[in-house]
């Protein structure tokens, strides 16, 4: 049987631990000990890149919130033409050293393209001082949220003062797409009280799972 190797782990800015493994070419992600994402399981973090890449300008400017494993933000580059300017906020530097050190083989090359601008910072903290309508599209996938979170700081995004920033930070007719564990009707509720066209949209983990595990809310700037 082929081992599995723990290759690094650091600390959430909660105190939990957060480490990377490999076994078998597979890596995933742990914190406290709980699988939070694999190398094999990426359909939904693609599928958002899908929905909020619709109708972008030939220079889109693009927010991405959690690189990961940076599948969402491949399947954004690959959407997208040579001006677009995709920004990428990661709250932990160990994630972007670590998909330069273990990850090339995956998707750790992109952190370096030429379109993209990798910002170590709360995604939060970028949409409250990036200035009025700077993005055509945000996409989130920084959490398990709307609730329960991992990490406790990011509930503030999820509520009435996060809404109304990542609105602000939006172009007209923006989208903005929120990857979520779950559904989350009162969410949704909450979307359409600051955006337009609120959809919640099944998602599979894999491309062949028979089930929808994961929602993804897609919500556009009127
Ligand atoms: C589930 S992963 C994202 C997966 C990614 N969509 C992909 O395709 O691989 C969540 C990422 O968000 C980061 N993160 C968590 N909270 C954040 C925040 N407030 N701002 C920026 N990044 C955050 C985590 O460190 C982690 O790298």
Known sequence: MKPTVTLA??????????????HD???????????????????SEQQMAELSC????????????????????RRVLELTGPNAHVDVAELLPEIVDWN???LKSINGTLVDDSRVKIEIRDVYEIIDRC?????HTILLDVDNGPDPFVQLGNERLYKKSGLE????????????????AHQ????????????TNVQCIGAKAYPKA?????????????
Do not use: N
């Open 9 to 22: 782990s650091t600390q959430t800015p909660d105190g939990a631990t957060l480490t990377l493994h490999e």
């Open 25 to 43: 070419g597979e890596f995933f992600l742990k914190v406290a000990g709980l699988q939070l994402m694999s190398t094999t399981a990426f359909s």
């Open 54 to 73: 619709v109708g972008l300008p030939t220079k889109p400017r693009i927010l991405i919130g959690g690189l990961g494993f940076g599948f969402t933000l």
């Open 100 to 102: 330069r050190e273990f």
């Open 131 to 135: 200035g009025p309508a700077k993005y």
């Open 165 to 180: 920033r990542i609105k602000g930070a939006l172009h007209p007719k923006g989208r903005v797409v929120f990857w979520s």
């Open 184 to 195: 989350d009707k009162s969410f949704a509720r909450l979307l359409e009280k600051y955006f």
């Open 210 to 222: 028979k089930r929808f595990t994961h929602t993804l809310f897609v919500a556009e700037r009127a």
